[in-house]
């Protein structure tokens, strides 16, 4: 019951922000409003003191009166954090380049590397020191970029430092993890009164000190709770990314986009999540909320896998998860700034907008965990060896997470597969190759692979590659197919000439709204009873009449109007016999904008 001192964190929090406010620092250290800031009138930026001085008394107020063991490997983390905040604060007060940020974070990585705190979860020790880093350094960026909005960094970083006191309790004892989450937590409930406030604007702001330090922390927790956990399931190694995962996925989003835009990444913008979820149409608390509940409902599915200690579980739930979080990106990639005052749009349209995507997500996955198996059974035989099934078992949830993070961003869930064609193909064999490789070093690299064949992944990325073309294709043919079918009310239309003007008009017809293309009519032997993109070749123009009578067509379009005379006569004719209506179709370019807009020669 020592460890319940750590609540001192949030009476300390409150009452050194209080503090500050009510002292002349509040007029000198303040961010001023600018372009690309949310924000919209000065406030100050020593929220980031009350969460470390709160977090500070709670740890040490616990290790006071023995609720743990002070050791090398605490010290070198709480070390590391004060140097990530003492860089925050002076970036707060003077300002900082990206290259000195960057510099502080390392030296406090390097920090907790020389007191004891490693990845062990990977063999090889400079791999896993490199993780380290990345890790430590990436999450304080991520919560760096995360404090966009008035409540949203610190209520993530106070639902996050919870998590991993549960897990401390529950799954991975710990009483340094536990008095840790206890404090963080309880300091930033501390500091949220003053920065998320059901009437008005944010008292105060946590600047980089206090984001930048939370990150730090919170990643610091994820290496000591879970990745020196010795024989650690799948579930143990998912638990720190599941429990940061909106701050990781607004990460991950705001890069992508800044990248395709040609910005730095340290620059300032509002095209975060939060951001984009006020231009979609929730106000700004509802926003923040939501990210919030997501949080919580991802960081308890992670608490859930660990008490589970299913692998089964564990990889089918994660990876449905990991596709909701994409199409949740994805959805937020395409929302387009709007008036915040416009009617919201309602749950019902979001779905209907983006329910194919979703379902491409899921049948994607259906076909990695498919090619995966058949590769295995192919390779390895059935059951294979006990160290085969446990390889098998370790790569799976690498190959599932190395081939969503590879579609993303070649475009296969961006692309319209009505119009695919061979860029799209490249795009994902180039995909599932990368992907392939990815997988395959990380496995040599930390593990030992034994008598597990290494032909495995080169089977694995051939019948992955055709399934994933194969049901991209089928969705290109069904998709018109089945609306053709459901719609029996689309105008038949019967197009002579398969040449390239009746094949644009063709695909102009069939993304037209109640319109259906029943058949061509064409001269050239060579397409006789043919199909083109899926549409019959009747016969030629002397078959008129038969085929008229075939298709029953509403209308017949001639993109032959250079054809001789007498041919076209007669399927004037041919269609005035039948009582169906014809029109010809011609190819026209003009490039003088005088014709088109009616502009006189001067």
């Known amino acids: 019951m020592s460890t319940a001192l750590a609540i001192v964190a949030l009476p300390v929090s409150a009452a050194v922000i209080l503090g500050l406010l009510r002292s002349p620092v509040r007029r000198h250290l303040v961010a001023v409003p600018s372009l690309d800031r949310w924000h919209e009138s000065s406030t100050p930026v020593f929220g980031g003191v009350g969460i470390f001085t709160g977090l500070s008394v709670g740890i040490w107020s616990a290790a006071a009166v023995g609720a743990f063991t002070v050791d090398r490997a ?62 430590l350094v990436g999450v304080a960026n991520a919560f760096n970029l995360l404090d966009n909005m008035d409540g949203l960094a610190a209520s993530i970083a106070a639902i996050a430092f919870a998590f991993f006191a549960v897990d401390a309790v529950t799954v991975h004892p710990n009483h340094t993890t536990l008095a ?6 309880l300091a930033c409930a501390g500091f949220l009164p003053f920065n998320f406030r059901l009437s008005g604007k944010a008292l105060v702001f946590m600047g980089d000190a206090g984001s930048q330090a939370l990150g730090f922390a919170l990643a610091s927790l994820g290496l000591v709770s879970s990745w020196r956990v010795a024989g650690s399931t799948i579930a143990t190694l998912l638990l720190p990314i599941l429990i940061l995962a909106v701050p990781l996925l607004d990460t991950a989003l705001v890069t992508v986009v800044r990248l395709a835009e040609g910005r730095p990444i340290s620059q300032g913008g509002r095209d975060h999540s939060s951001h984009r979820l006020v231009h979609f149409g929730l106000s700004e608390k509802r926003a923040v909320g939501l990210l919030a509940l997501i949080a919580l409902s991802i960081g308890g599915s992670s608490l859930a896998y660990n008490v589970l200690d299913n692998p089964r579980y564990t990889v089918v739930g994660v990876v449905l998860t990991f596709a909701l979080l994409l199409q949740f990106a994805s959805f937020l990639a395409d929302v387009e700034r709007r008036p915040v005052d416009l009617e919201p ?14 379902a491409e997500v899921l ?20 059951p294979g060896t006990t160290s085969q099934r446990f390889i098998a078992g370790l790569t799976l949830p690498v190959l599932l997470t190395a081939r969503y993070l590879a579609f993303f961003p070649f475009g296969l869930y961006r692309s319209i597969w ?10 994902i064999a180039t995909a599932v190759v990368l992907s392939e490789l990815v997988v395959l070093s990380f496995m040599v690299l930390t593990q030992n692979m034994r008598d597990f064949h290494r032909s495995f992944f080169i089977l694995d990325a ?29 105008r038949r239309t019967l197009i002579v000439g398969a040449g390239r003007t009746g094949r644009s008009l063709m695909r102009e017809l069939r993304e037209s709204p109640g319109e259906r293309v029943v058949g061509f009519l064409d001269d050239n032997p060579r397409l006789r009873r043919r199909r083109i993109h899926g549409i019959p070749v009747l016969g030629g123009t002397d078959e008129l009449a038969r085929a008229l009578e075939r298709s029953e067509p509403d209308i017949v379009l001639v993109t032959i109007p250079n054809a001789p005379k007498e041919r076209l006569d007669a399927i004037v004719s041919g269609c005035a016999d039948a009582a169906i209506e014809c029109r010809f179709v011609r190819r026209e370019l003009d490039l003088d904008p005088r014709v088109i807009l009616g502009a006189t020669a001067d």
């Open 418 to 427: 009505r119009y695919a064609g061979g860029r799209d193909i490249a795009a």
């Open 180 to 185: 840790f989450g206890l404090a963080g937590s």
């Open 363 to 382: 049948v994607d996955f259906g076909i990695v965990f498919g090619s995966a198996v058949a590769a295995y059974v192919l390779v390895m035989g059935w």
């Open 462 to 490: 051939l019948i992955c590659t055709v399934g994933i073309a194969a049901s991209r294709f089928v969705e290109r043919a069904v998709i018109p197919g089945s609306l053709s079918f459901r719609d029996r009310t689309l």
């Open 345 to 358: 749009f309602g749950i019902g349209e979001a779905v209907a907008i983006h329910w194919r995507r979703l």
């Open 74 to 135: 605490f010290v070198g983390i709480y070390l590391a954090i004060t140097l990530v905040f003492a860089a925050g604060l002076v970036d707060d007060i003077i300002g900082f380049s990206p290259i000195a940020k960057l510099a502080a974070q390392g030296g406090a990585a390097a920090i907790v590397l020389a007191t004891g705190t490693h990845v062990q979860l990977i063999h090889s020790r400079p791999l896993g020191d490199a993780i380290a880093v990345l890790w």
